[in-house]
């Protein structure tokens, strides 16, 4: 018997599953009873691919499905009416990419591996620091968490609370892949479980009340844990600041909510009475609003530093300015890595695939050997700092690097000269191929556009002055010659690009205090809203007679 991971409708794990007896219409039937729900209107997903029954004869083996694979489950079309099948099959297919992507990207980046990109995705803590969480299974799957997290936001921002529910079940069932010490004293997990019980109150889904009491109570522990009792481990590491006061508005609303709605009435305006006294205190007077906005900063800024420093007007600046200061810094250091990257690409990767590490490099060159020679040494012993010395100090293994170092040169030239090439050819020029090879190593810093235009007859048009024209020629060939050919070439194309950089601008745009940067406006009426029907149930309560 074979268990399998289910995440979306419902979580948890089908155990004694016959992966031999099964078909996908049994499973889609297991599935549904569980999510309170009908069989057709369950999609499932599992390695980035849509399971449709397709021939009934084929069981789950068959189809690839082995015992703790992990199956994605998605709510049919049945759900919302006007949304046909094809769209909701679409909606589901791009779910999948998201999934697929978040999976290739973390593998690639949590390891240590050369990126494919111009940029490393890192773990870091509130201040910018690097963070180093648990194994390389830890980190990868606190990367995927973080990365679905961040989709899951961005939906939610767009009001798409149904695709985001989605999204944060992924990412939910990423950080449960974590070794559970390793991620109890950070609030993202949390934070995300608030973030579904919001999805659950904006589509409004009664059906979803005893799941979402029991999140909330996890979430509740979870940031008490994290931040220590009534937040003293976060004022202090936050230097006397109330960041969490509209998170912690959002959870006590939807607690009254849950309490509301499973009769509990006292406990729901305890609860919601608690979050107006917030959403009272989150309010930004005006007054204070213009003095910050009078020192330049913008509206939305403004409000933000006021409410994280309970409208102190020096608070907020002093917040502002660091929050610049970092933004700077942030901006700088990623530069910086981005150099690094197009360094270590030039020494091309390991035997095992992973990148020159640049701090061992220059601890080799600062004791005399030629930069290059000391990457291509470092790149075949998997970054062995004393075997390197060894490789470079032995004459031997010495020329041999040198050879190897020259051989790749040559390659990189004979790519770049095949590319000039090409151009020439691409403007439709029908001279043979040595006439245009002997035309470019005449004068190798030729531009190779430049002499196909000094080629063509002068029809009605006056000859330039030598050197007016400008041209990003030169400097492509010269890309070319410094690029290492890359192992992971092949898979490129098998990348999602467009929904990778999806997932890299949603975590670009985010910063240290994005988890708790709330506008609390559809709180406060929520909070109305409900105190005014307990209100109601309260008057009616009194009207019954006496038996």
Not at 343 to 350: L, M, N, P
Not at 430 to 435: G, I, L, T, V
Not at 468 to 490: G, T
Request: hydrophobic residues 35%; negative net charge.
């Amino acid at each position: 018997m074979a268990k399998l991971k289910i995440a979306g409708t419902w979580s948890g794990v089908l155990e004694e599953v016959e992966l031999e007896g099964w078909t996908i219409a049994t499973l889609r039937e297991e599935v549904a009873k569980r999510s309170n729900c009908a069989p057709h209107s369950i999609n499932l997903i599992c390695a980035g691919k849509i399971l449709k029954n397709g021939d009934v004869t084929q069981n789950l083996a068959q189809l690839g499905i082995k015992n703790n694979s992990k199956i994605l489950a998605t709510r049919g079309s049945d759900q919302q009416q006007g949304i046909s099948f094809l769209a909701e099959e679409e909606r589901s297919r791009r779910l999948a990419r998201v999934m697929a992507a978040v999976t290739a990207m973390a593998e690639r980046h949590a390891d240590g591996s050369l990126p494919v990109e111009d940029f490393n995705i890192e773990v870091e803590d509130q201040s910018g620091k690097k963070v180093n969480l648990g194994s390389e299974t830890d980190q990868r799957a606190v990367m995927m968490g973080l990365m679905l997290h961040a989709k899951g936001k961005h939906l939610i921002r767009q009001g798409n609370y149904k695709d985001a529910l989605e999204v944060l079940s992924m990412g939910e069932e990423s950080f449960s892949l974590c070794d559970p010490k390793v991620i109890e004293l950070i609030d993202n997990v949390p934070i995300l479980q608030i973030d579904m019980v919001w999805c659950y109150f904006m589509i409004r889904d009664i059906r979803w009340l005893s799941d979402a009491g029991k999140r909330l109570e996890m979430a509740r522990a979870g940031i008490e844990r994290a931040h220590g009792k009534d937040s003293l481990r976060l004022r202090i590491l936050q230097g006397g600041r109330y960041p969490e006061l509209a998170l912690h508005l959002r959870l006590e609303l939807l607690e009254g909510v849950v309490a509301y709605h499973t009769g509990q009435l006292e406990k729901s305006r305890e609860a919601l009475a608690s979050a107006r006294a917030k959403f009272v205190q989150l309010q930004v007077p005006d007054e204070a609003l213009s003095l910050v906005m009078s020192m330049g900063f913008n509206e939305r800024d403004a409000k933000r530093a006021l409410r994280m420093n309970n409208q102190d007007v020096g608070g907020a600046i002093d917040f502002l300015v660091e929050e610049k200061a970092k933004k700077v810094q942030k901006r700088e250091e990623d530069i910086r890595r981005r150099d690094e990257i197009k360094e270590q690409k030039r020494y091309g990767v390991t035997p095992s695939k992973k990148a020159v590490d640049l701090e061992r490099l220059k601890e080799l060159v600062s004791i005399g050997f030629d930069k290059e020679l000391a990457a291509e040494a470092l790149r075949r012993n998997e970054n062995d700092t004393q075997k390197a010395l060894d490789d470079l100090t032995n004459p031997d293994t010495n020329s041999a690097l040198q050879v190897h170092i020259e051989s790749r040169k040559r390659k990189r030239q004979k790519k770049a000269t095949d590319s000039a090439i090409e151009k020439v050819v691409q403007m439709g020029f029908e001279r043979s191929r040595e006439q245009v090879v002997q035309r470019l190593t005449a004068n190798p810093e030729t531009d190779p556009t430049s002499s196909a235009e000094n080629a063509q007859p002068q029809v009605n048009s006056t000859a330039a002055p030598h050197g007016s024209a400008s041209s990003s020629a030169p400097s492509d060939i010269q890309d070319l010659m410094n690029e290492v050919e890359d192992p992971s070439d092949h898979s490129k194309a098998e990348r999602d690009v467009e929904m990778e950089d999806e997932l890299s601008a949603d975590i670009a745009k985010a910063d240290a205090f994005a988890d708790y940067d709330i506008e609390v406006n559809i709180e406060g009426e929520a909070i109305i809203e409900y105190l005014s029907l307990i209100e109601s149930a309260g008057s009616c309560e009194k009207m019954v007679p006496s038996q």
